[in-house]
């Protein structure tokens, strides 16, 4: 079974699907949505089949692909997923459908927009996110990289908010700029090392590369990387992106695609360039506090409920950052389980807010007040969401972000404390956001709106239940997925050169590292 | 006196400019005996008939690598790709050119020397056909630009580019709207024109001078071991080089391009930013890697400043653009600045890539241009930025269409515009020329601005009360359009034939 073809069909199936879908008349709406739901569920089964192959034990890198592209470059299309990549796409895998489910109704009732031209953006989105986390060749990843801007650009430029367009260029260049500085890099790389992009044979030559060249080739990589994710300073678009993107596309923008700079890091940058990781990883653990601390202030300001969301994401993001640059495989296992658990959570509060904002017609904090009286079940999914958001002990990214704290603090003990203030603020956010929209009197506007009277719709429930489910379940009993993470981690930390730190390196699941 | 011995004259290797040349002549020759009413057909049937002619001997030629006709022609690898490269750019500017379905008559008038304004004016550009003379001006201006792609001395491609540009002045001005534009537009070229070939002409005095031969590899044999003052080198080699420049359009010679390209004709605009560029790029390839590679320390820094302010002039001013056609003048400037990129490189690599460049920009730059011809109202095309408001609600097609082309300027991947560009990029860093990337990137990201504007502005804005149509293309144009496109997708998503067809030619003979 391991010989089967995966990584390749998964990247082509769903963009077959969005050619598909978008073809579709416009009338035909229902169809439409119907085709890329099943669509997306059989990538979703495909990638469940693929789980049960990879061999834990196994190489670093399996379901090995390769082939030929543009053979004066060595230019291949190359797949290979580490356990890294494999929970990656295990999360677009199930994000997918949820979202496709949750913004059933998002494009309905207007006449100006296409509901097939927005599915097929949803699917098209989902092959660009599998092919990024997929490519085992750095040309092939940086063609994803682009390429992924354009579906989403699309996505939140024609069926996003108030002021689309301003968030979607913004979005757009900021992404491209990071992607200028990557390009540079890679090209950079390539001559250097060797005139090769694949990544397990540049693993070998860099060794060559003298610590200068190595330097700046970091740089520019972890310049994109960190416009991506984003680290503080180069956050700022993301608030506007999330604002303005419809509910279920920002779950996905901010759940799945964000990672791919976190994900960048820990496959490209630690591996490729270990010197300068190290030269650098203390610049990029004060980026990463500054931005837990100062993106969890801003969010307590918000009264823009997709902002507020994003900008959680952007101090979650912090939590990643420490983690992966404290080099202890604590703190790099707990970082790549962040990032599944943040997808999971973050995401189900994107879709749970949305929810509300389809009903009032408005994300604003202030229009809400007292709902949970008119829609009791819909508040305590969102009391949910938001208590897995904070890292509540019995929800997934409670585990996620100790085991970055304990990860940094065997070798940061300041940024771990600083840290840690972090997820006393992550409370002050979330539970006020709460208590502003769901408790405390009701706001007599709210009883105007008829939607407001609905509550929970069973196509909600099972939008929801999937993601609640998989924050419990992976709260209470994570180690099949860190069993996947942990050898992965640990071969990058080899790469990087660094070694746990004494006695207190015992990883979740009561193994010594090494 | 002995006997004047005539020297040898390989004429297979000749042929493809004197297929374009003869044909050209006949045209001229119909102009004066046909009627008018069947010259249109006539007259475009020949010039495809020559193209395609001369595209095939190109090809038949492919192995040729030989110095004919006194020393005087070069075939050679990068000669014949360039002439090919010429030619199938040319073969699809002319079906712009011969459009006349969207416009009664065609995008060119029927007699320039009318007083603009007066009533014969106004008649003649409601319904007289548009002037067949644009057809032997056309073979004239693509054969000139075969020679100066080939020229292996500096006086055959001084009559080249007199050759190539004489036609391309007078093409100007033949815009059947805005005539006042026009004029003003091919009246600047030429001026200028004339000043670079004068200064050209100079620096080939200086370099005869310099080196007692005008010939490429004698220029070469003295340069690598001088006899007279170095002070007639570099004066000869800053003057012909800037004559060069001027063709390209690089900064600061570049100022021209955005009226020329404005008030021509549509069609010819797009003649000049595809195979205008191809030739230009060409000449200088072969002059600093034949004749100057041995100054290269000394001339490297100096065009690599230039190739940083062509960048980021062409990108800066693009951003304040509000005229599509100005817009895309300036887009062509900053590519024309990552070409250079690519030439400076000084490398085969640096030839390849320049040269896949050259190919891949001019496909995508027809077919911008021929989206130009497309939108338009009662007064002809309609350029201003505003006018596209809203566009993709209209005729989501033709938006597509030039957003995907946009993209492929902006360099996005799966679009020759990317492959294009980490071509160029590639050999510069190859050849030590890494800062010049740095900037690249930089202006790159300044370029996307604009680019981004436009997708905006054809998709997320309202479209306005005068929002024009777009016409349903000819067939002519829908095919240049098909052409463009695809061969902007193809070169994006597998440009390994062409990559390597690039590296086969990459050999100059000297």
Redesign the interface.
């Known amino acids: 079974m391991s010989d089967f073809p995966f990584l390749s069909i998964l990247t082509v199936l769903p963009l077959v699907g969005a050619v598909v879908v978008g073809v579709i008349p416009r009338r035909k709406a229902e169809l439409a949505k119907t085709i890329a739901l099943v669509w997306s569920l059989v990538v979703l089964v495909l990638s469940i089949f693929m789980w049960v192959a990879f061999k834990i034990d196994g190489d670093r890198f399996q379901f090995h692909e390769s082939y030929q592209w543009i053979p004066s470059w060595d230019a291949r299309f190359t797949f290979a997923a580490d356990g890294i990549a494999l929970v990656m796409l295990m999360l677009i895998a199930v994000l997918t459908p949820v979202v496709i489910l949750a913004s059933w109704h998002d494009v309905d009732g207007d006449g100006k927009r296409s509901a097939p031209v927005y599915f097929a953006l949803l699917l098209a989105f989902e092959f660009t996110m599998i092919g990024v986390f997929a490519a085992a060749d750095i040309f092939l990843f940086y063609v994803f990289f682009e390429v992924m801007l354009i579906p989403m650009y699309f996505i939140i430029g024609s069926f996003g908010g108030a002021r689309r367009q301003y968030a979607a260029v913004k979005f757009f260049l900021y992404s491209l700029v990071g992607g200028l500085f990557m390009l540079a890099a890679v090209i950079g790389l390539w001559v250097v090392g060797g005139h090769t992009f694949d990544f397990t044979r540049l693993l070998q030559s860099v060794g060559e590369i003298d610590q200068n060249t190595s330097r700046w080739l970091f740089l520019g990589f972890f310049v994109a990387f960190a416009i991506k994710a984003p680290f503080f300073p180069f956050h700022t678009w993301l608030p506007d992106a999330g604002g303005a993107a419809p509910a279920g596309a920002a779950a996905l923008l901010v759940g799945v695609m964000d990672k791919v700079g976190t994900f960048g890091i820990l496959r490209y940058c630690l591996p490729l360039f270990p010197e300068a990781s190290r030269w650098f990883a203390p610049a990029a653990l004060v980026l990463a506090v500054i931005g837990i601390i100062y993106a969890a202030l801003l969010a307590v300001g918000q009264n823009d409920l997709k902002r507020l969301v994003s900008y959680t994401s952007i101090a979650h993001f912090g939590f990643i950052g420490i983690g992966i640059f404290a080099f202890t495989t604590q703190g790099g296992t707990g970082s790549v389980l962040y990032m599944v658990n943040h997808g999971l959570a973050t995401g189900l509060l994107f879709i749970v807010v949305g929810m509300f904002v389809a009903r009032r017609g408005s994300s604003l904090v202030s229009d809400f007040g007292g709902a949970g009286k008119l829609v009791p079940v819909l508040a305590g999914v969102l009391f949910f969401a938001g208590l897995a958001s904070l890292a509540l002990p019995g929800t997934a990214p409670f585990i996620s972000e100790f085991l970055v704290l304990i990860g940094t603090f065997t070798v940061h003990k300041v940024y771990a404390v600083i840290a840690t203030v972090g997820i006393i603020l992550a409370a002050a956010y979330v539970l006020w956001m709460v208590q502003r929209t769901t408790q405390g009197t009701l706001n007599p506007a709210l009883e105007e709106v008829p939607a407001m009277r609905k509550d929970i719709t069973l196509r909600e429930k099972v939008v929801v239940a999937p993601l609640i489910l998989l924050l419990l379940l992976l709260g209470f009993y994570p180690k099949p997925v860190t069993d996947v993470i942990n050898p992965a981690v640990q071969a990058t930390m080899q790469d990087v050169g660094t070694t746990d730190p004494g006695p207190t390196a015992v990883t979740a699941n009561g193994r010594v590292a090494r | 006196m002995g006997d004047l011995k005539l020297p040898a004259i390989d004429y297979g290797a000749l042929a493809p400019m004197l297929i374009l040349f003869g044909v050209a002549c006949l045209g001229v020759l119909v102009e004066a005996l046909v009627p008018r009413k069947s010259r249109h057909a006539i007259q475009l049937t020949l010039s495809f008939l020559a193209i395609i002619a001369s595209f095939v001997t190109v090809i038949i030629e492919h192995g040729t690598r030989k110095i004919t006709i006194g020393g005087a022609v070069a075939v050679d690898g990068p000669t014949l790709f360039l002439q090919g490269a010429i030619l199938a750019l040319g073969a699809v500017s002319l079906m712009l050119i011969g459009e006349r379905s969207m416009e009664k008559g065609g995008a060119f008038v029927s007699q320039a020397a009318i007083t603009v304004g007066s009533q014969k004016d106004l008649r003649q550009a409601g319904e007289q056909p548009g002037a067949t003379e644009v057809y032997p001006l056309t073979l004239f201006a693509l054969g000139g630009m075969l020679l100066f792609v080939s020229a292996n001395d500096l006086l055959t491609m001084f009559v080249a580019l007199e050759v190539f540009s004489l036609p391309l002045y007078l093409l100007c001005a033949l815009a059947r709207r805005r005539r006042l534009l026009s004029q003003e537009a091919a009246l600047k070229y030429f001026l200028l024109g004339s000043y670079a070939s004068a200064f050209f002409l100079f620096g080939a005095a200086l370099i005869y001078g310099f080196a007692g031969g005008i010939s490429f590899g004698a220029v070469h044999d003295a340069v690598a071991n001088p006899q007279r003052s170095e002070v007639l080198l570099y004066a000869g080699l800053a003057l012909v080089a800037i004559g060069l420049l001027f063709k390209a359009a690089l900064a600061p010679f570049h100022v021209w391009t955005p009226d020329v390209y404005q008030g021509a004709p549509t069609p010819i605009t797009a003649l000049m930013a595809a195979c205008t560029k191809v030739a230009a790029f060409g000449a200088l390839l072969r002059v600093l890697y034949v004749s100057f590679e041995g100054v290269r320390w000394d001339f490297q820094p100096v065009l690599g400043v230039i190739a940083v302010l062509t960048m980021l002039v062409g990108a800066v001013l693009a951003v304040t653009q509000t005229d599509m056609k100005r817009l895309l003048a300036y887009s062509s400037v900053a590519n024309a600045g990552y070409l250079l990129v690519g030439v400076l490189a000084l490398n085969e690599e640096g030839l390849s890539s320049t040269m896949f460049y050259l190919v891949a920009y001019g496909f995508s730059v027809l077919a911008a241009f021929g989206i130009v011809t497309l939108v338009r109202d009662a007064d002809g095309e309609a350029t201003h930025l505003s006018r596209w408001a809203g566009l993709g609600?209209k005729s989501p097609l033709f938006a597509g269409t030039f957003t995907f082309i946009l993209?492929a300027f902006?360099?996005?991947?799966?679009t020759s515009g990317?492959?294009a560009?980490?071509a160029v990029?590639?050999a510069a860093?190859?050849g030590g020329q890494?800062w010049l990337?740095?900037f690249g990137?930089?202006s790159?990201?300044l370029l996307?601005?604009p680019y981004?504007?436009v997708v905006?502005l054809l998709?997320?804005?309202e479209p306005g009360e005068s929002t024009p149509t777009v016409s349903i293309p000819g067939f002519m144009t829908a095919a240049a359009l098909t052409i463009g496109v695809l061969a902007t997708f193809a070169l994006g998503v597998?440009?390994?034939p062409l990559?390597?067809l690039t590296?086969d030619a990459a050999q100059f003979v000297r």
């Open positions: 609600r993209l902006a360099g996005i991947p799966l990317f492959t560009k980490f990029f590639g860093v190859e890494t990337v740095i990137v930089i790159s990201m996307a601005f981004l504007r905006v998709w997320l804005s597998v440009p390994a990559i390597d590296r």
